[in-house]
């Protein structure tokens, strides 16, 4: 036990040189970090609750999704039923518990209709062969048609959503790319993120809050200026299938709103570009536009066909404004009035060239630390483990005495040099809680130690000569230290999976820490001990 | 040179018959088990807003804050069971201009009635709105030094995890000492965490100090640290028994128990001064954490001698050949 091999010695001593030079970074200034080697100018990643920053957890409200996806489907349906060249006659065709219900007239209308709905039915992902379907047809009676849709493409949806979310989110509040945001999808339906040193949080909850869903819709004159079918409308949502009613936003303060036809070619993703600007005849802002060619196309001629009408910009839910087609518009660009600041014109654009959210999120879990509260952590920490550390330093040498003592707090430094080395190498995350577990790891280090120092008092005791009981205090110590390592370890690491955020940051620490006390204690100041032992060749231990 | 070790005080063979005592400190923890879990069922735990979701904030005023005012201030916007409570701020705490804090801090929990259902969940952010808003058109300027809204299905989530990991984790420390060892020290131990868990949560239920997500990594430490104790302690045991081939049991027991106590006082000493440093400069954010941690310092050390160390005798531990173990090297 007490015989190191010289090839053992340089190993013991370079694995802790490099983690000396690992550890060093920290302490030093920016300045001097940049001039080291690549790998060591890595520090220790610092947890949102000490730098400070919002934490959030965003829900995606997939219902919706799958709602409008049920909505779609029947759209297609009816388009496909009506461009047939053999038109198949039906009763209707509506969601029905979360599939679609067609009833058709005949039996020879359903069986029209079976190849046309089940053409309707793609590959899921068509880079893929042997893609499941997007829906299934199941003809359930002689009338009676129905179309699920499939769980492979629900949760294709269900990526999709997730994926496109996450982009949105990210050109949303981070358009420069210099925050170190952090999203990432967290378990079925949720979004987490993460901004380091975050001071504006109302502003960016604003822009999580905002789905930015633009569209152009038709007015339907005839209708919006009969007072009878506008407040129809306004109980029931639309007069006839294909219309629907839209209040006017606040901002455009007129109250009251207008029916528009549903249908549109001309929504969000036909933006090529948009800016806030000043208005350029009158008081106020606009948000100028760009559409990309296929859509100033589609505009150029619906504006065309609709000269003396009304279009409205449709936001959120919301009209924003309602102008007058003069003439056909056929540049693909343009602006949209609607009573905005410059302000507010300049959020719009930025929402508008993030592109919209394609579902509501909920933030249904914030946690929001003042880089000031985070200062403060982290100087609460270090003076906690530094009087931690010096009383537990101080006591091991009262107890053991100057060598033995020396020894145990050698390795004690080491033990956290090392766990600084290693939270820096692996880029792993330190929280408050991990702070907390580093100063419990300084009071629990020393236990592997104390272990092996009672042992050997033990075996001197039982008339052992030094170098023998040394021999024997760390071979028999070696069973009881791993065995109470690992079951500490297990404890760690199931925190690690099962506890989340500042808590998984606490697992990291103690399981590191674990790891470094035994080989600091069990190899480190074994190597002390014997390189100690050959010099002196005591006749008695000081211990 | 003179060399001094004070650990000599302790005595080298100190034979204190822990093991004679065993039908007391039986008493005792059936007694204390009993009255933890009357506890629980009776005052239940306080619950932070990681398990029962909600928001709280944390500000700092000017000067001292006015706790009447804000309350009546809360009252006034609707939020009747909102919850006011002043703390100190951790030694050297700055401001956002980097000015030292001297007065109080004040924590503000606000409470939603109905906060299930979609719109629920979206009203949370908005009363969190309002209320600061509000506040601060009532009583003046102050800063948000932290935010936490927790939404009651995640909070309803995290229970389930918090309740999940500390099982799971007696569950799997259950397994390695019985692969380890023979199946008595394997139940032995998880009876001794079971305890030690219960007591924590006992007294977490006495003194009403909030329960939340870092006291579940405290208990699972409690459990990791209860744990070091009792194996370093089964394992002189395994030791004694095969030493000590004509010793009765109780003896072998209380031997292994008394040659490891000197390492038992040791430990708990470094990891109290440890703990005992963190509970007083380390802010409230960990009071509850450290406390819950010196807790288990003292209730891990006594259940790895009264309670896993008897439980061995209690569960007929047979001597013969499989109390060797892999290692017969004596």
Known sequence: ?543 | MKDISLVRILPQEPRVPFINVRMIAAAFSVLAIIASIFLFTTKGLNYGIDFTGGTVIEINTNEDPDDEAIRNALIDMGFNGATVQGIQPPVGALDQEGNPITHRLMRIGLQLADETGEEGQGAQQAALKRATDGLEERIGKFYIRNTEVVGSQVSGELRRKGIMSVALALLMVLGYIWFRFEWQFGLGAVFALAHDVILTIGVFSLTQIEFNLTIIAAILTIVGYSLNDTVIVYDRIRENLRKFKKKPLPEVLNIAINDTLSRTILTSLTTLLALVALYVLGGSALKGFSFAMIWGVFVGTYSSIFVASPLLLALKLKRGANTGGERAEV
């Open chain 1, 1 to 543: 036990m007490l015989f190191f091999s010289r090839s053992k010695i340089l190993m013991i001593l370079g694995a802790v040189f490099i983690g000396l030079l690992l550890a060093i970074p920290n302490a030093l200034p920016e300045k001097a970090r940049e001039a080291m080697p690549g790998p060591f100018q890595r520090t220790i990643n610092l947890g949102l609750d000490l730098q400070g920053g919002a934490h959030m957890l965003l829900e995606v409200d997939l219902s919706s999704i799958l709602d409008q996806a049920l909505i779609n489907e029947r759209t297609a349906i009816n388009d496909a039923f009506r461009r047939a060249e053999d038109r198949p006659r039906t009763e209707f065709v509506r969601p029905d518990e979360g599939t679609i219900l067609a009833r058709m007239r005949t039996k020879e209308d359903a069986d029209k209709a079976m190849p046309l709905l089940q053409n309707l039915s793609q590959p899921v992902d068509p880079t893929q062969l042997n893609s499941p379907k997007t829906t299934r047809v199941t003809r359930e009676s002689d009338k009676n048609i129905r179309v699920t849709i499939t769980d492979q493409n629900i949760e294709f949806i269900r990526k999709q959503t997730i994926e496109k979310s996450i982009g949105v989110l990210g050109r949303r509040i981070d358009p420069n790319g210099n925050l170190e945001l952090i999203l990432a999808p967290e378990g079925d339906k949720r979004i987490l993120l993460q901004v380091p040193g975050a001071q504006n949080i109302d502003e960016i909850k604003e822009r999580i809050n905002k789905s930015a869903n633009l569209s152009f819709h038709l007015v339907n004159e005839k209708d919006s200026t009969n007072e009878q079918a506008l407040s129809v409308a306004m109980e029931t949502g639309r007069v006839a299938t294909s219309d629907k009613y839209f209040p006017f936003a606040e901002s455009n303060g007129r109250g009251g709103g207008l029916i528009v036809v549903e249908r549109t070619r001309i929504t969000g993703d036909c933006l090529k570009d948009s800016s806030g600007g000043p208005h350029p005849t009158g008081p106020g802002a606009v948000v100028n536009f760009s559409f990309n060619v296929g859509c100033a196309t589609e505009f150029g001629r619906m504006t065309a066909r609709n000269i003396n009408k009304r279009f409205a910009v449709i936001l959120d839910g919301e009209i924003i404004t309602a102008p007058n087609i003069r003439s056909a518009i056929t540049g693909g660009s343009g602006y949209i009035e609607g009573g905005f600041t410059l302000e507010s014109a300049r959020d719009l654009s930025l929402l508008l060239n993030a592109g919209a959210l394609p579902a509501k999120l909920t933030i249904v879990e914030e946690r929001t630390v003042d880089p000031s509260l985070g200062a403060d952590s982290i100087r609460a920490g270090k003076v906690a483990s530094g009087i931690g550390l010096l009383g537990v330093a101080l006591f091991m040498w009262l107890s053991y005495g100057l060598r033995f003592g020396t020894i145990a707090n050698l390795a004690l430094s080491t033990n956290i040099i090392l766990i600084a080395a290693a939270l820096s190498l692996f880029g792993s995350t330190l929280t408050l809680p991990g702070i907390a577990g580093i100063i419990l790891t300084i009071g629990m280090a020393v236990d592997a130690n104390v272990l092996i120092f009672e042992r050997i008092r033990e075996e001197t005791y039982n008339g052992k000569t030094p170098i023998n009981a040394i021999e024997t205090g760390y071979k028999r110590s070696m069973a009881p230290i791993l065995d109470a390592n690992i079951t500490t370890l297990i404890a760690a690491i199931t925190l690690y999976f099962v506890g989340s955020g500042p808590v998984r940051g606490f697992a990291v620490t103690l399981a590191i820490g674990i790891v470094m006390s035994v080989f600091t204690a069990v190899i480190f100041a074994r190597l002390l001990t014997a390189t100690w032992l050959r010099g002196k060749r005591p006749k008695t231990l000081p211990i």
